[in-house]
């Protein structure tokens, strides 16, 4: 299933596409370290394709088999174990980033057309989290909210927005 991003325009895209040489001109891009050496090779040309003209499925399909077979997991009482890289590993990583570049761009626009930004569940989720669900609704800070990403790459952001696998995003409103 989709993601609904109710925003995305050509605009928008203009400025995830920033976003993104943002992240590379200060060596930042997040490139996960389940994605093979091809795969690193291959993903920001795999991601700012996506943007211009495709959606979080697109990027999805095109780092099929730019992974590693398997990852090392740290194991609660340390150390690390070899584990099975999952099969739904191109899907995780494409809608996790798609998403962050796309709020990263709402915040652009917010900040300079004096919007807010207001948070909704942008995939369906046919069991969503209590803490997702408890976001539906609330309004967040664009200038916040933007610095959290740009300085937090990767999945965990101080304002936990988005979460990974949530589903959820955020949507201009007047």
Do not use: W
């Amino acid at each position: 299933m989709a993601f609904v991003f109710k925003n995305l325009t050509t605009e928008t895209r203009e400025l995830m596409q920033e976003e993104v040489h943002y992240d590379l001109e200060r060596k930042c891009l997040y490139y996960s370290d389940r994605l093979s050496e091809h795969g690193k090779e291959l993903y920001a040309q795999f991601l700012l394709k996506s943007i211009e003209t495709g959606n979080e499925e697109a990027l999805a399909n095109s780092l099929v088999g730019c992974f590693n077979a398997c990852y090392q997991r740290r194991n609660p009482k340390g150390g690390y174990s070899l584990v099975k890289m999952p099969s739904n590993a191109a899907q995780m990583l494409a809608e996790g980033e798609y998403n962050r570049f796309y709020i990263r761009a709402l915040c652009r626009i917010a900040l300079v057309n004096n919007k807010k930004l207001k948070i909704y569940r942008a995939k369906l989720s046919y069991n969503p989290r209590i803490e997702s669900e408890m976001k539906i609704g609330q309004f967040v800070d664009a200038k916040t909210l933007l610095d959290d990403l740009r300085n937090n790459i990767g999945f965990e952001t101080v304002l936990k927005i988005p979460q990974p696998n949530s589903g959820l995003s955020v949507e201009l409103v007047d």
